[in-house]
T-cell receptor, first 113, second 115 residues
Framework: QQQVKQSPQSLIVQKGGISIINCAYE??????FPWYQQFPGKGPALLIA?????SEKKEGRFTISFNKSAKQFSLHIMDSQPGDSATYFC????????????FGKGTHLIIQP | DAGVIQSPRHEVTEMGQEVTLRCKPI?????LFWYRQTMMRGLELLIY????????DSGMPEDRFSAKMPNASFSTLKIQPSEPRDSAVYFC?????????????FGEGSRLTVL
């Protein structure tokens, strides 16, 4: 069963625009919500993460917004650059973390110059 | 610093052959994970180990798949016999033990093609 729904599947944004990727989850026991970035031929790498006691976290041009009541979290990329073109995955884990992460299906982002 | 080395990076084999994928985490972890990535199913967790002990292998698709971790520095994922539907990119990842940030460090993957 799908515990997290990620959208859109693919996204094209003009350079300098805002890229927005959304994830909706079902299980309220999740305690950690990271976003991973993957370039072709590479493994996913952590981009930014948030815990449910915080509504927003910003790191440079990347922001996570978390809506606990709606069970949604989103990634915003401000001033999108061609180098941001990659596949982005939302993920979640339940308490403890030693049992790894479950990932969304991914969003293929293309930033057009 | 935690890092993960996977081999081979690319493997092309024929249906029915045995495939062994290898993972060498560098240091600083106590949990190791095997994921499979396909276009249709995304990233799927196959199995994970804590302190070299398999904890959950419910993601392993069939008995044809097996994984071992004989020590903290080495793990293998074996497929025998392989089938075309096993074609995917297989990733090994580790979780840092201390401090526990929750961050998974992935290798660059092994791309498997079964003809």
């Amino acid at each position: 069963q799908q515990q997290v729904k990620q959208s859109p599947q693919s996204l094209i944004v003009q350079k300098g625009g805002i890229s927005i990727i959304n994830c909706a989850y079902e299980n309220t026991a999740f305690d950690y919500f990271p976003w991973y970035q993957q370039f072709p031929g590479k493994g996913p790498a952590l981009l930014i993460a948030i815990r449910p006691d915080v509504s927003e976290k910003k790191e440079g041009r990347f922001t996570i917004s978390f809506n606990k009541s709606a069970k949604q979290f989103s990634l915003h990329i401000m001033d999108s650059q061609p180098g941001d073109s990659a596949t982005y995955f939302c993920a979640f884990r339940t308490g403890g973390g030693a049992d790894g992460l479950t990932f969304g299906k991914g969003t293929h982002l293309i930033i057009q110059p | 610093d935690a890092g993960v080395i996977q081999s081979p990076r690319h493997e092309v084999t024929e249906m029915g052959q045995e495939v062994t994928l290898r993972c060498k985490p560098i240091s600083g972890h106590n949990s190791l994970f095997w994921y499979r990535q396909t276009m249709m199913r995304g990233l799927e967790l196959l199995i994970y180990f804590n302190n070299n002990v398999p904890i959950d292998d419910s993601g392993m698709p069939e008995d044809r798949f097996s994984a071992k971790m004989p020590n903290a520095s080495f793990s293998t994922l074996k497929i025998q016999p392989s089938e075309p539907r096993d074609s995917a990119v297989y990733f090994c990842a580790v979780l840092k033990s201390n401090p526990g940030t929750g961050e998974l460090f992935f290798g660059e993957g092994s791309r498997l093609t079964v003809l």
